[in-house]
């Protein structure tokens, strides 16, 4: 089983330059979510999805949009990357409801971003 | 101030003993907390969910506690082995008025042969 999947695992960007990550469950869940994890701080939430073709921000939207066009695919776009944006971001889903889940999630991978 | 802590210094301890991990946190309603295990350079996975009326949750070798008159979640692991070296991260679903699942740092466990 593939649970969720992040592409690309690494990327260097230049500032000012535009990328998407992709992220694909195939787990049939709801809910999806994009956090990023940087050193000393906690995962923070940036967008998240309750459904197909809804998405809603998180905690730190700012400089980020996203998209769910299809019920397995999360896609989080960045218009002009900041050196601010160097992280590690992680997909995350679940199958229950809520504002945030009330049961567990299932992370993939990871992104590792690079902003020069 | 609101806050979530967990045990910033690493963890070590001989294979076979209980490790106990350490999750506090201040001026929040949980509603429930979780925790997940997180190897270098892969994504968390759950291990445990415990909510805001039970005392105690079990799995396996796993064992999570929450006392929300001590504001204190504590993950134990009993006959730990170096496959249980990993850092545990705490997140604490805040059910007051500012709902939101809140992430503690993790503490980094070692388990030594």
């Known amino acids: 089983n593939a649970g969720v999947t992040q592409t690309p695992k690494f990327r260097v960007l230049k500032t000012g330059q535009s990328m998407t990550l992709l992220c694909a469950q195939d787990?049939?869940?709801?809910?999806m979510y994009w956090y990023r994890q940087d050193p000393g701080m906690g995962l923070r939430l940036i967008h998240y999805s309750v459904g197909e073709g809804t998405t809603a921000k998180g905690e730190v939207p700012d400089g980020y949009n996203v998209s769910r066009l299809k019920k397995q695919n999360f896609l989080l776009g960045l218009e002009s990357a900041a050196p601010s944006q160097t992280s590690v971001y992680f997909c995350a889903s679940s199958n229950h409801p809520g504002l945030h889940p009330t049961g567990e999630l299932f992370f993939g991978e990871g992104s590792r971003l690079t902003v020069l | 101030s609101q806050k979530i802590e967990q045990n910033s210094e690493a963890l070590n301890i001989q294979e076979g003993k209980t490790a106990t991990l350490t999750c506090n946190y201040t001026?929040?309603?949980?509603?429930?907390l979780q925790w997940y295990r997180q190897d270098p350079g892969r994504g968390p996975v759950f291990l445990l969910l415990?909510?805001?009326n039970e005392k105690e949750k079990r799995k396996e070798r796993l064992k999570v506690t929450f006392d929300t008159t001590l504001k204190q979640s504590l993950f134990h692991i009993t006959a730990s082995q170096p496959a249980d070296s990993a850092t545990y991260l705490c997140?604490?679903?805040?059910?007051?008025?500012?709902?939101?699942?809140?992430w503690g740092l993790g503490t980094s466990l070692a388990v030594n042969p």
């Open positions: 997140a604490l679903y805040n059910a007051g008025n500012n709902r939101k699942l809140i």
């Open positions: 415990i909510r805001e």
């Open positions: 787990m049939n869940h709801e809910y």
């Open positions: 001026n929040y309603s949980p509603a429930y």
